[in-house]
């Protein structure tokens, strides 16, 4: 896969990918795809919508796959695709973490949904210290 690619589905969508979610003093914070879900209603897998992660990193730069492989989900949730392609520039690249794979919640049947900029709100009060 070529990065950054912007996602208009979930269907190149895979575990691991990240992007990154510009701070107001300047920092990144980083989002990562955990999953992609099932519409259990339906059968299908979601073609919107998808479980994410804030992930407890930031940082002056971008985030690469080596330095955030280490980090753990501080908010987990699903999201609209659109919650990738607000953020700016799309998927930037691919990482392991050790919470992927451990989800038990792949349905949309009982899953907590955040608005597009929800993880913007979270890491801007989590990393930044004017907020």
Not at 12 to 19: D, N, Q, V
Not at 48 to 64: E, N, V, Y
Not at 80 to 85: G, L, N, V, W, Y
Not at 100 to 109: E, H, S, V
Request: with cysteine; net charge positive; hydrophobic share 35%.
């Amino acid at each position: 896969m070529k990065y950054p690619f912007t996602p208009k589905s979930t269907s190149y969508l895979e575990p691991g990918h990240y992007w990154p979610i510009a701070l107001s003093d300047g920092k990144y914070a980083c989002g990562v795809v955990v999953s992609k879900l099932i519409d259990i209603h339906e059968n299908k897998i979601e073609s919107r919508l998808f479980l994410a992660a804030l992930i407890d990193w930031s940082g002056r730069k971008p985030p690469t796959a080596e330095g955030i492989k280490d980090c753990k989900a501080i908010k987990v949730g699903g999201l609209h695709i659109k919650s990738i392609t607000t953020a700016g520039v799309g998927i930037i690249g691919k990482a392991n973490f050790c919470f992927l794979g451990q989800n038990p919640r792949q349905i949309t049947d009982d899953l907590v949904t955040m608005g597009y900029n929800v993880l913007k709100v979270v890491a801007e009060k989590h990393f930044t210290k004017n907020s």
